[in-house]
Structures are given as C-alpha cells and as structure tokens.
C-alpha cells in the first residue's frame, strides 16, 4: 500500500487462530499469520489486507466474476435494457464476438466489455437504494465462504454474506462518492475485493467534504470497512494505466501451485477462459463488495417489501447528481 506520507499507517493484528492454514487454503488464501494487513489512524476500523491470495488463486475469482456471476439469477446492468434470452449468455457471445474480431479495435463491444455491475443475493435496487426480500436469490455460496473466512480474521466470526455488488472498471471508469448505508445492520462488516488493474481508492469521512485518503487498490487486495469506518464516505477517481500499457498485474500470472483437491472451493481454470480473463483485465479491473443486510434474526420492516422496480439506464444518468452513489462508468 502506497499513500501520502503524513498519513500514519499500522499494522494490524487478526485473529489468526480463528482458522487454520488448511481452511483458509480451501477459498485461495494464504495462512492468515502471513497476512499483511494496516490499520489507519483517523480510520477506526478501515482494515487494507494487502493481496492475501495464495499465487495462482485469483485466477478463480476472477473467472468467478466474469464468467458465473453474471449468469441469471443474479442481476446485471444489461438486464436493464435487454431481454433475458439475450442476456443469458454473456460468457458465450462475448468470447465467440472477441475471436471473430481479434484485434480490431472498432468492432461493436462484446456484452462482456458492456458490464458494469452485477448484484448478487439481496439484489441492489439502485432506484430506491434499498433491499428487499422479494428481490432476493441465493448469494454464491463460494464468495459467502470466502468472505465468512476474511470476516472471522477480522474479528467478525459471525459475519454472513447477504448481498454483492460487482463493478467492472473499464479504464476510464470512476466511480462517485458515495456511502454504504442501505443495509439494515452496519455493525457488520463491509468486504471489498479488487482485481486486475490498479485503481485510486478515496477513504472520506463521515462528512462528503472531509478530506480523503488516497490509497492504490492492487490486484488481490481486500479492504475491509467496520466500525465507524463502516458509514464513512469514499470513491474511486479512476484506474491507473499500467505503465508498461495494456498488461496483466504480476498477481495474476501466475498458476496455481498446488493440485487442487476436490473438497476445496478454489478449482482450476482452463486455459481458453484463462485467455478470456486475461485480455479482459489487461485494461480492466473487477472489484466485489459483500455485505449483510440484515442482523441475525433482524427482518425486512413491512414498508421495505414490496419494491421491486427494474431501473432504466436513464434513471441512472438522472440519480448521478442527487444521490448518494454516482456510477460514472
Ligand atoms: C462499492 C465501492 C469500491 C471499489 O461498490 O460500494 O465502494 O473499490 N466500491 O470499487
Ligand atoms: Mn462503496
């Protein structure tokens, strides 16, 4: 992690009994006693876990979030506008549309190049800025064990992963300031996983005019936002162009180096999607959030339950100013 010198950084202790080495390998990371993570002063609660992937294992996560979560039933930008037969195999026209065209740059973007976010579980209605029962399917049960793993080395052992928020950056995406508050409880945890090309991260406060932080997010980090931290105002300016131009960040090169075995979460990926995956990152960067909405035993209150509004790409445009969450991707 790189930022401004006058900003006091400190490592943080986890809880690295709560799982051991065998568990977490299971989901990709390293034994959480390795783990590099900072706490900042002034940030109560912020945690950066500076890439904690074991080598080779993000490559799953990556497929994960180009390949699979973008199938139905979870929900994407292009549903907005498409019908559901068209948007049913994002994976598959993509790839056949990037063979076809090679390098030829001017040739109409691939559905895979047209994501911009992808809601899981409790899907984000972005009209109303609120969850909803009836919008509910269920949440990918690898990310909820991943993220149940980050959230325990945390000190959150009871966290539960109810709904995600996938971003996909292409490099002249940003996206707005913003704060995380339309889940009910937020004395848990909020996640966020980063993937590919670096970005600019802004850590605000609890006011929109306090002055951020500027932190890089690399391939393979997590930040965890708790505590106070929870409710503080950030965004995400822009991607940083690689200098060496359109290459993988080192991260991602590699292949895993051990066999996977059956029980582990973390599998294999083939060559052919590896080679989608990677043209896509080249000048792409992924980022997950995971959070819960609710407390345990915590329901949805009567006047939540019955929005269910599909948002048209207009009314995107139109929130940018007054909301709370600008996409400007
Ligand atoms: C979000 C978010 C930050 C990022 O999705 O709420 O703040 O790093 N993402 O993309
Ligand atoms: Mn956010």
């Known amino acids: 992690m790189k930022m401004r010198k006058n900003v006091n950084v400190f ?17 990709g990371l390293q034994p959480i006693k390795d783990w590099r993570a900072f706490g900042l002063h002034g940030y109560p609660g912020f945690i950066f ?14 497929k994960q979030c180009l390949k699979i979560y973008p199938q139905k039933p979870n929900v994407c930008n292009l549903d907005m506008h498409m ?29 895979l190049e047209k994501l911009r976010w992808v809601t899981l579980g409790y899907h984000y209605d972005w009209n109303s800025k609120t969850y909803s029962p009836e919008h509910y399917t269920p949440f990918p049960k690898e990310l909820q064990s991943l993220s149940h793993k980050v959230a325990a080395a945390c000190g ?8 995600g928020i996938l971003n ?9 300031i913003h704060v995380d508050e339309s889940e009910l409880d937020h004395t848990r945890p909020l996640l966020s996983y980063s993937f590919g090309q670096t970005a600019v991260f802004l850590l605000g406060g609890t ?10 997010m690399h391939s393979g980090d997590i930040m965890v936002m708790s505590g106070p931290s929870r409710l503080h105002y950030h965004a995400v300016p822009c991607i940083v162009p690689s200098p060496a131009g359109n290459v993988l960040p080192p991260g991602l090169c590699q292949r895993l180096e051990t066999e996977v075995q059956d029980e582990d979460v973390i599998q294999s990926v083939s060559q052919e999607d ?52 600008e996409r400007d991707t």
Do not use: H
Not at 11 to 27: A, F, I, M, Q, R
Not at 49 to 62: A, K, M, Y
Not at 83 to 88: F, K, P, R, W
Not at 292 to 314: D, I, K, R
């Open 274 to 325: 590896w080679d989608i995956c990677s043209w896509y990152l080249q000048t792409s960067r992924v980022n997950v959030t995971v959070r819960q909405v609710l407390a345990s035993g915590q329901s949805f209150p009567a006047t939540q339950t019955s929005q269910m509004s599909e948002e048209e790409p207009q009314m995107i445009k139109k929130r940018k100013s007054e909301s709370g969450y």
């Open 156 to 163: 959150f052992s009871e966290f539960d992963a109810e709904a």
């Open 11 to 27: 490592p943080c202790e986890l809880n690295s009994t709560s799982l051991s080495e065998d568990d977490v390998s299971k989901v």
């Open 207 to 216: 006011k929109r005019e306090d002055r951020p932080t500027a932190l890089f």
């Open 49 to 62: 876990i500076s890439n904690p992937f074991l080598p080779g294992s993000q490559q799953f996560w990556v």
């Open 83 to 111: 019908s559901s037969v068209d948007t049913e195999n994002i994976w598959e026209r993509s790839i056949d549309a990037i063979q076809r065209k090679g390098n030829r740059k001017r040739e109409p973007k691939t559905l």
């Open 168 to 176: 996909y950056y292409r490099s002249d995406s940003s996206l707005g």
